[in-house]
Protein backbone atom coordinates (compact mmCIF):
# COMPACT_ATOMS: atom_id res chain seq x y z
CA UNK A 1 0.00 0.00 0.00
CA UNK A 2 2.84 2.24 1.11
CA UNK A 3 5.42 2.54 -1.66
CA UNK A 4 9.07 3.01 -1.51
CA UNK A 5 9.92 6.33 -2.57
CA UNK A 6 12.78 5.56 -4.06
CA UNK A 7 12.11 2.36 -5.98
CA UNK A 8 8.09 2.65 -6.08
CA UNK A 9 7.65 -0.76 -7.27
CA UNK A 10 8.43 -1.82 -3.87
CA UNK A 11 5.59 -1.62 -0.86
CA UNK A 12 7.46 -1.17 2.50
CA UNK A 13 5.92 -4.30 3.23
CA UNK A 14 8.02 -6.05 0.02
CA UNK A 15 11.23 -4.07 1.04
CA UNK A 16 10.69 -5.82 4.53
CA UNK A 17 10.83 -2.78 6.76
CA UNK A 18 7.99 -3.35 8.57
CA UNK A 19 8.72 -5.39 11.57
CA UNK A 20 5.68 -4.97 13.37
CA UNK A 21 1.76 -3.38 13.43
CA UNK A 22 0.05 -3.59 16.46
CA UNK A 23 -3.47 -2.97 16.60
CA UNK A 24 -5.12 -1.95 19.65
CA UNK A 25 -7.30 1.29 20.45
CA UNK A 26 -5.02 2.95 17.63
CA UNK A 27 -2.45 1.62 15.50
CA UNK A 28 1.39 1.50 16.42
CA UNK A 29 3.31 0.33 12.93
CA UNK A 30 7.18 -0.32 13.73
CA UNK A 31 9.53 0.80 11.15
CA UNK A 32 13.20 -0.10 10.71
CA UNK A 33 15.22 1.94 8.57
CA UNK A 34 17.50 0.58 5.57
CA UNK A 35 20.53 2.33 5.83
CA UNK A 36 21.55 5.22 8.92
CA UNK A 37 21.19 8.15 6.61
CA UNK A 38 18.46 6.84 4.17
CA UNK A 39 16.43 10.09 3.26
CA UNK A 40 13.54 8.05 2.33
CA UNK A 41 12.77 7.03 5.93
CA UNK A 42 11.06 9.79 7.41
CA UNK A 43 9.04 10.11 3.95
CA UNK A 44 7.82 6.34 4.60
CA UNK A 45 6.49 7.20 8.39
CA UNK A 46 4.72 10.15 6.50
CA UNK A 47 3.23 8.12 4.35
CA UNK A 48 2.13 5.51 6.61
CA UNK A 49 0.60 8.34 8.75
CA UNK A 50 -1.04 9.69 6.09
CA UNK A 51 -2.20 6.44 4.68
CA UNK A 52 -3.48 5.05 8.29
CA UNK A 53 -5.18 8.63 8.51
CA UNK A 54 -7.06 8.12 5.30
CA UNK A 55 -8.52 4.71 6.68
CA UNK A 56 -9.83 6.28 9.38
CA UNK A 57 -7.62 5.55 11.94
CA UNK A 58 -6.46 7.96 14.69
CA UNK A 59 -4.33 7.15 16.95
CA UNK A 60 -1.12 6.29 15.24
CA UNK A 61 2.41 6.02 16.93
CA UNK A 62 5.23 5.23 14.50
CA UNK A 63 8.10 3.76 16.05
CA UNK A 64 11.29 3.37 15.05
CA UNK A 65 13.48 0.26 15.86
CA UNK A 66 17.14 -0.11 14.63
CA UNK A 67 17.48 -4.04 16.15
CA UNK A 68 18.02 -6.39 14.88
CA UNK A 69 19.73 -4.14 11.69
CA UNK A 70 17.56 -4.68 8.36
CA UNK A 71 19.16 -6.40 5.87
CA UNK A 72 18.29 -7.35 1.89
CA UNK A 73 17.19 -11.02 3.13
CA UNK A 74 14.44 -9.66 4.66
CA UNK A 75 13.36 -8.44 1.22
CA UNK A 76 10.42 -10.87 -0.02
CA UNK A 77 10.29 -13.22 -2.95
CA UNK A 78 6.98 -11.17 -4.50
CA UNK A 79 9.99 -7.81 -3.75
CA UNK A 80 12.49 -9.70 -5.55
CA UNK A 81 10.25 -10.81 -8.68
CA UNK A 82 8.88 -7.28 -8.79
CA UNK A 83 12.28 -5.75 -8.84
CA UNK A 84 13.17 -8.24 -11.43
CA UNK A 85 10.24 -6.39 -13.84
CA UNK A 86 11.06 -3.24 -13.01
CA UNK A 87 14.47 -3.81 -13.97
CA UNK A 88 16.28 -3.97 -10.96
CA UNK A 89 18.99 -6.97 -10.29
CA UNK A 90 17.68 -8.20 -7.10
CA UNK A 91 20.41 -9.06 -4.08
CA UNK A 92 21.86 -12.15 -5.21
CA UNK A 93 24.72 -14.52 -2.59
CA UNK A 94 26.33 -15.04 -5.99
CA UNK A 95 28.99 -13.57 -7.51
CA UNK A 96 27.39 -13.80 -11.34
CA UNK A 97 24.67 -11.28 -11.09
CA UNK A 98 21.96 -11.90 -14.46
CA UNK A 99 20.62 -9.49 -16.32
CA UNK A 100 16.99 -8.02 -15.58
CA UNK A 101 16.76 -7.62 -19.37
CA UNK A 102 17.71 -10.97 -21.30
CA UNK A 103 18.78 -13.15 -18.20
CA UNK A 104 22.67 -13.53 -19.30
CA UNK A 105 25.19 -14.08 -16.75
CA UNK A 106 27.61 -12.40 -19.46
CA UNK A 107 27.45 -9.10 -17.41
CA UNK A 108 30.08 -6.44 -15.54
CA UNK A 109 30.50 -4.19 -12.67
CA UNK A 110 30.61 -0.47 -14.06
CA UNK A 111 30.58 1.01 -10.45
CA UNK A 112 29.98 0.02 -6.89
CA UNK A 113 27.95 3.00 -6.40
CA UNK A 114 24.30 4.11 -8.18
CA UNK A 115 21.67 6.30 -7.52
CA UNK A 116 20.74 5.26 -3.96
CA UNK A 117 22.84 4.25 -1.42
CA UNK A 118 21.40 1.13 -1.96
CA UNK A 119 22.22 0.17 -5.20
CA UNK A 120 25.29 -0.86 -7.79
CA UNK A 121 25.72 0.26 -11.27
CA UNK A 122 26.03 -2.86 -13.98
CA UNK A 123 26.25 -4.14 -17.45
CA UNK A 124 25.40 -6.91 -19.70
CA UNK A 125 27.95 -7.76 -22.29
CA UNK A 126 25.34 -9.31 -24.33
CA UNK A 127 22.13 -7.55 -24.76
CA UNK A 128 24.72 -4.15 -23.40
CA UNK A 129 22.46 -2.91 -21.57
CA UNK A 130 22.91 -1.08 -18.41
CA UNK A 131 21.28 -2.50 -15.05
CA UNK A 132 20.85 -1.44 -11.44
CA UNK A 133 22.15 -4.29 -8.73
CA UNK A 134 20.29 -3.92 -5.56
CA UNK A 135 23.35 -4.16 -3.15
CA UNK A 136 23.23 -7.31 -0.13
CA UNK A 137 23.51 -5.52 2.52
CA UNK B 1 20.16 10.40 34.30
CA UNK B 2 22.62 7.88 33.24
CA UNK B 3 26.50 7.73 33.51
CA UNK B 4 27.98 11.04 32.37
CA UNK B 5 31.52 8.61 31.34
CA UNK B 6 28.76 7.23 29.06
CA UNK B 7 26.94 10.08 27.24
CA UNK B 8 30.66 12.16 27.01
CA UNK B 9 31.39 8.76 24.79
CA UNK B 10 28.62 9.03 22.68
CA UNK B 11 28.93 12.17 21.93
CA UNK B 12 32.60 11.60 21.05
CA UNK B 13 30.85 8.93 18.31
CA UNK B 14 28.18 11.76 16.86
CA UNK B 15 30.72 14.30 16.80
CA UNK B 16 32.84 11.95 14.91
CA UNK B 17 30.74 10.64 12.45
CA UNK B 18 29.58 14.52 11.84
CA UNK B 19 32.69 16.00 11.56
CA UNK B 20 34.11 13.89 9.02
CA UNK B 21 30.48 13.75 7.21
CA UNK B 22 30.99 17.46 6.92
CA UNK B 23 34.43 17.44 5.34
CA UNK B 24 32.70 15.17 3.08
CA UNK B 25 30.64 17.23 1.84
CA UNK B 26 32.80 19.94 1.20
CA UNK B 27 34.12 17.82 -1.40
CA UNK B 28 30.54 16.89 -3.26
CA UNK B 29 30.57 18.30 -6.92
CA UNK B 30 34.76 18.09 -6.57
CA UNK B 31 35.81 14.50 -6.90
CA UNK B 32 37.68 13.60 -9.99
CA UNK B 33 35.17 10.78 -11.37
CA UNK B 34 31.42 10.18 -11.25
CA UNK B 35 31.74 7.27 -9.55
CA UNK B 36 33.88 8.69 -6.69
CA UNK B 37 31.26 11.32 -6.41
CA UNK B 38 28.20 8.90 -5.70
CA UNK B 39 30.63 6.89 -3.39
CA UNK B 40 31.60 10.02 -1.44
CA UNK B 41 28.18 11.74 -1.33
CA UNK B 42 26.46 8.29 -0.28
CA UNK B 43 29.57 7.42 2.20
CA UNK B 44 28.97 11.19 3.79
CA UNK B 45 24.80 10.37 4.30
CA UNK B 46 25.76 6.82 6.09
CA UNK B 47 27.81 9.73 8.53
CA UNK B 48 25.39 11.76 9.02
CA UNK B 49 22.81 8.94 9.94
CA UNK B 50 25.34 7.75 12.03
CA UNK B 51 25.52 10.98 13.48
CA UNK B 52 22.16 11.48 14.17
CA UNK B 53 21.38 8.28 15.69
CA UNK B 54 24.20 8.65 18.33
CA UNK B 55 23.35 12.50 18.64
CA UNK B 56 19.90 11.31 19.61
CA UNK B 57 20.73 9.05 21.90
CA UNK B 58 22.76 11.40 23.87
CA UNK B 59 20.22 13.42 24.08
CA UNK B 60 17.86 10.76 25.66
CA UNK B 61 21.00 9.34 27.84
CA UNK B 62 21.21 12.95 29.20
CA UNK B 63 17.50 13.23 29.93
CA UNK B 64 17.51 17.18 29.61
CA UNK B 65 15.07 17.34 26.16
CA UNK B 66 18.43 18.29 23.93
CA UNK B 67 17.68 16.88 20.58
CA UNK B 68 20.32 16.00 17.50
CA UNK B 69 19.99 19.69 16.06
CA UNK B 70 20.66 21.02 19.06
CA UNK B 71 23.99 18.88 19.73
CA UNK B 72 24.96 19.61 16.30
CA UNK B 73 24.42 23.35 15.92
CA UNK B 74 23.69 25.28 18.87
CA UNK B 75 27.62 24.07 20.70
CA UNK B 76 31.06 25.69 20.57
CA UNK B 77 34.03 24.38 19.37
CA UNK B 78 35.28 23.73 22.59
CA UNK B 79 32.00 21.35 23.07
CA UNK B 80 32.86 19.22 20.10
CA UNK B 81 34.56 15.91 21.13
CA UNK B 82 35.61 14.56 17.76
CA UNK B 83 39.16 13.07 16.81
CA UNK B 84 41.98 15.82 15.10
CA UNK B 85 42.28 13.61 12.05
CA UNK B 86 38.78 14.12 11.01
CA UNK B 87 38.72 18.43 11.13
CA UNK B 88 41.83 18.20 9.20
CA UNK B 89 41.33 20.03 5.24
CA UNK B 90 40.82 17.77 2.56
CA UNK B 91 43.83 18.57 0.60
CA UNK B 92 43.77 16.73 -2.62
CA UNK B 93 41.87 13.50 -3.02
CA UNK B 94 44.98 11.31 -2.12
CA UNK B 95 45.16 13.39 1.16
CA UNK B 96 41.28 13.07 1.88
CA UNK B 97 41.28 9.26 1.19
CA UNK B 98 44.31 8.21 3.59
CA UNK B 99 42.64 10.08 6.36
CA UNK B 100 39.40 8.06 5.28
CA UNK B 101 41.04 4.55 5.95
CA UNK B 102 43.18 5.42 8.22
CA UNK B 103 40.05 6.16 10.37
CA UNK B 104 37.48 3.78 8.92
CA UNK B 105 40.13 0.82 9.71
CA UNK B 106 39.41 1.91 13.25
CA UNK B 107 35.91 2.69 13.71
CA UNK B 108 35.20 -0.96 12.28
CA UNK B 109 37.02 -2.55 15.31
CA UNK B 110 35.23 0.16 17.38
CA UNK B 111 31.80 -0.03 16.46
CA UNK B 112 32.60 -4.24 15.97
CA UNK B 113 33.77 -3.68 20.16
CA UNK B 114 30.21 -1.48 20.78
CA UNK B 115 27.86 -4.42 19.26
CA UNK B 116 29.20 -6.35 22.24
CA UNK B 117 28.66 -3.55 25.11
CA UNK B 118 26.08 -4.04 27.76
CA UNK B 119 24.31 -0.51 26.97
CA UNK B 120 21.82 -2.04 24.58
CA UNK B 121 21.20 1.73 22.48
CA UNK B 122 24.65 2.22 22.01
CA UNK B 123 24.95 -1.56 20.93
CA UNK B 124 21.70 -1.11 18.52
CA UNK B 125 23.61 1.65 16.13
CA UNK B 126 26.99 0.00 16.43
CA UNK B 127 25.50 -2.98 15.08
CA UNK B 128 23.62 -0.61 11.99
CA UNK B 129 26.64 1.49 11.29
CA UNK B 130 29.28 -1.48 10.68
CA UNK B 131 27.68 -3.22 8.08
CA UNK B 132 28.12 0.41 6.23
CA UNK B 133 31.35 1.06 7.52
CA UNK B 134 32.79 -1.84 6.55
CA UNK B 135 32.08 -1.57 2.90
CA UNK B 136 33.12 1.89 3.50
CA UNK B 137 36.65 0.23 4.35
CA UNK B 138 37.01 -1.86 1.06
CA UNK B 139 36.28 1.15 -0.99
CA UNK B 140 39.36 2.98 0.65
CA UNK B 141 41.57 0.58 0.82
CA UNK B 142 41.15 -0.70 -2.65
CA UNK B 143 42.13 3.00 -3.91
CA UNK B 144 45.09 3.11 -1.05
CA UNK B 145 46.56 0.31 -2.85
CA UNK B 146 45.43 1.63 -6.51
CA UNK B 147 47.43 4.90 -6.06
CA UNK B 148 50.50 3.82 -3.86
CA UNK B 149 50.95 0.83 -6.00
CA UNK B 150 50.25 3.11 -9.17
CA UNK B 151 52.58 5.26 -11.32
CA UNK B 152 55.48 7.12 -9.50
CA UNK B 153 53.69 10.41 -9.03
CA UNK B 154 51.10 8.42 -7.11
CA UNK B 155 53.10 6.73 -5.09
CA UNK B 156 54.91 9.40 -4.10
CA UNK B 157 51.74 11.66 -3.24
CA UNK B 158 50.15 8.90 -0.91
CA UNK B 159 53.36 8.08 0.83
CA UNK B 160 53.54 12.32 1.53
CA UNK B 161 49.91 11.97 2.80
CA UNK B 162 50.18 9.26 4.74
CA UNK B 163 53.30 11.03 6.74
CA UNK B 164 51.53 13.72 6.72
CA UNK B 165 48.77 12.84 8.54
CA UNK B 166 50.30 9.75 10.51
CA UNK B 167 50.61 12.16 13.98
CA UNK B 168 47.10 11.99 13.80
CA UNK B 169 46.48 8.18 14.57
CA UNK B 170 47.53 8.65 17.86
CA UNK B 171 44.80 9.88 19.27
CA UNK B 172 42.50 7.19 18.00
CA UNK B 173 44.04 4.46 20.84
CA UNK B 174 44.96 7.01 23.46
CA UNK B 175 42.34 5.98 26.28
CA UNK B 176 41.51 8.58 28.94
CA UNK B 177 39.23 8.53 31.54
CA UNK B 178 35.98 8.49 29.24
CA UNK B 179 37.21 5.30 27.14
CA UNK B 180 38.15 3.67 30.41
CA UNK B 181 34.99 3.68 32.44
CA UNK B 182 33.26 2.82 29.40
CA UNK B 183 35.43 -0.17 28.97
CA UNK B 184 35.22 -1.24 32.90
CA UNK B 185 31.71 -0.57 33.09
CA UNK B 186 29.89 -0.71 29.59
CA UNK B 187 32.13 -3.86 28.50
CA UNK B 188 33.47 -0.86 26.22
CA UNK B 189 36.21 -1.07 22.92
CA UNK B 190 39.81 -2.51 24.84
CA UNK B 191 42.01 0.52 22.78
CA UNK B 192 44.77 -0.89 22.88
CA UNK B 193 43.72 -4.04 21.52
CA UNK B 194 42.41 -2.04 18.54
CA UNK B 195 45.86 -0.31 18.11
CA UNK B 196 47.07 -3.65 17.47
CA UNK B 197 44.17 -5.21 15.46
CA UNK B 198 44.85 -1.92 13.07
CA UNK B 199 48.57 -1.37 12.87
CA UNK B 200 48.30 -5.50 11.33
CA UNK B 201 45.32 -4.57 8.83
CA UNK B 202 47.04 -1.62 8.05
CA UNK B 203 50.61 -2.10 7.57
CA UNK B 204 49.22 -4.94 5.43
CA UNK B 205 46.94 -2.71 3.04
CA UNK B 206 50.02 0.04 3.22
CA UNK B 207 52.27 -3.28 2.58
CA UNK B 208 50.13 -3.90 -0.67
CA UNK B 209 49.97 -0.44 -1.76
CA UNK B 210 53.96 -0.49 -2.24
CA UNK B 211 54.11 2.17 0.78
CA UNK B 212 56.16 2.89 3.64
CA UNK B 213 54.21 2.94 7.49
CA UNK B 214 55.82 6.35 8.68
CA UNK B 215 57.65 5.63 12.16
CA UNK B 216 57.14 5.90 15.64
CA UNK B 217 56.79 9.83 16.09
CA UNK B 218 55.29 12.16 18.23
CA UNK B 219 51.54 11.95 18.29
CA UNK B 220 49.19 15.04 18.20
CA UNK B 221 45.86 14.69 20.69
CA UNK B 222 43.66 16.61 22.63
CA UNK B 223 40.46 16.55 20.39
CA UNK B 224 38.47 14.07 22.17
CA UNK B 225 38.93 16.50 25.04
CA UNK B 226 37.52 19.99 22.89
CA UNK B 227 41.04 20.78 22.26
CA UNK B 228 40.90 21.31 18.42
CA UNK B 229 43.05 22.47 15.62
CA UNK B 230 42.42 25.56 14.14
CA UNK B 231 40.36 24.07 11.26
CA UNK B 232 37.13 22.91 13.19
CA UNK B 233 35.86 26.55 14.21
CA UNK B 234 35.59 26.73 9.98
CA UNK B 235 33.51 23.83 9.81
CA UNK B 236 31.28 24.85 12.58
CA UNK B 237 31.06 28.60 11.30
CA UNK B 238 29.41 27.47 7.33
CA UNK B 239 27.44 24.32 9.18
CA UNK B 240 25.75 26.35 12.32
CA UNK B 241 25.77 29.74 10.08
CA UNK B 242 21.75 29.42 9.70
CA UNK B 243 20.65 28.12 13.17
CA UNK B 244 23.12 30.55 14.79
CA UNK B 245 21.73 33.62 12.79
CA UNK B 246 17.81 32.46 12.58
CA UNK B 247 17.69 29.96 15.80
CA UNK B 248 14.95 27.28 15.53
CA UNK B 249 14.54 27.94 12.04
CA UNK B 250 12.86 24.69 10.49
CA UNK B 251 11.63 24.26 6.25
Redesign the interface.
Known sequence: MVPDPEIPVLSILDLGIVRDVDVDEGVTVTLTPTYSGCPATEAIEASVLLALKNHGVDEIVIRRVLSPPWTTDWITEEGREKLLKYGIAPPSKHSEIACPQCNSLQTELVSEFGSTACKASWRCTDCLEPFEYFKCL | MKDQALIAYTLRLADNALVLAQRMVELVAAEPE??EE??NA?F???????A??FYTLAGHLEGRGRSEDDFAFMRDEHEFRNLLLLEQPNGHFGDALVRQYLFEVFYVHQLEALTRCSD?GL???A???I??VTYHRR?SSQWLIRLGDGTELSHDRMQASLNDVWRYTGEMFSADAIDKAVQEDYSGPDLEEIRQIWLREVSTTVDEATLELPGDQWMAGGGKQGKHSEHLGFILAEMQYLQRSFPGATW
Open positions: LELANALDYIGQRMAAEIARAKEH
